[in-house]
């Protein structure tokens, strides 16, 4: 029987790459977006095994409507996508408020309210996959991205918390943590710093200038990864987070080795918290 997807921010970038690759795999899917007039094409492809959906992910209700349509549609739901997403570069006292909440709302409660939606589908056919389309931001911190990172750390946190609660009826969730691949994200990220603020420089020059050099050079390949998540609805086994991308490995495990040796050196004045505790020895550096 075919697998029934529900995929959000599917028109364009990396959701279209694994709308595409679920497709051709056999799926039914259910693909969502703002503007569904750029399913035209696969929809003359691919006929009655795409259904399309109008959603703003922010908006809750849409997102029990969604899945409402997919159930109508197919008649249960095997797999979410969560792939809407953007971030915008810029320093923290820069960004206006507007501008970080938005983020966060659509980062990370287009998440929450797509997975509120689907856990009771999932919970009453005994089992589904939802997977997380996070970043390898959400296990360090890049100057310019406190909105975006802060989302995505939280969707990391979120998600293995809620993997645990649902994991008794059969659902799965799992954290992508992609690197950077080849989309138009990175792009229209940078386009929103276009001048850099000179008290900046000095914490953010290096990483614009990174990022102005990595763009349309990444390593990761929306293909590829598109492939992996569609072999991995039929892994036998699920990791609560999975890095996707060389680039992601390097720089969450040099994130990880340095976060180590922090807590190892201040070790001392965490243990000093305790009953009875003796003073500490302050670390020198």
């Known amino acids: 029987m075919s697998k029934v997807w529900v995929i959000s ?3 364009r970038g990396l959701g279209r790459v694994i709308l595409e690759a679920a497709l051709e795999a056999g799926a039914n899917v259910l693909a969502t977006a703002r503007d569904i007039t750029r399913f035209s094409d696969l929809q003359a492809r691919y006929g009655k095994r795409l259904a399309t959906f109008e959603l703003d992910v922010t908006n809750e209700l849409q997102a029990k409507e969604a899945v409402a349509e997919a159930l109508h549609r197919f008649d249960r739901l095997d797999v979410l996508v969560n792939n809407a997403g953007y971030g915008h570069i810029q320093p923290f006292e820069h960004m206006p408020v507007d501008d970080f909440r938005a983020q966060i709302e ?124 569609v072999a991995l609805t039929s892994s036998a086994t699920l990791p609560a987070r999975l890095l996707l991308g060389s680039d992601a490995w390097q720089v969450v495990e040099a994130e990880e080795h340095t976060r180590r040796e922090t807590m190892q050196r201040w070790k001392a004045v965490t243990l000093a918290a305790d009953f009875g505790a003796e003073s500490p020895q302050w670390p020198t550096e």
């Open 9 to 11: 921010g599917a028109s």
């Open 106 to 229: 659509t980062n990370l409660f287009g998440v929450i309210n797509l997975t509120r939606a689907a856990i009771p589908v999932m919970r009453a056919q005994a089992g589904g996959d939802i997977f997380q389309v996070s970043s390898a931001g959400g296990r360090i911190s890049s100057p310019g991205l406190s909105a975006y990172q802060a989302a995505k750390w939280a969707v990391g946190g979120f998600s293995d918390v809620v993997g645990k609660e649902v994991a008794p009826f059969g659902i799965r969730i799992c954290t992508l943590e992609p690197g950077g691949m080849r989309t138009e994200w990175g792009h229209e990220a940078r386009a929103t710093l276009q001048q850099l603020p000179q008290d900046y420089q000095a914490s953010m020059g290096d990483f614009k200038a990174l990022i102005d050099a990595y763009v349309g050079h990444e390593v990761g390949d929306p293909e590829r990864v598109a492939r992996l998540i």
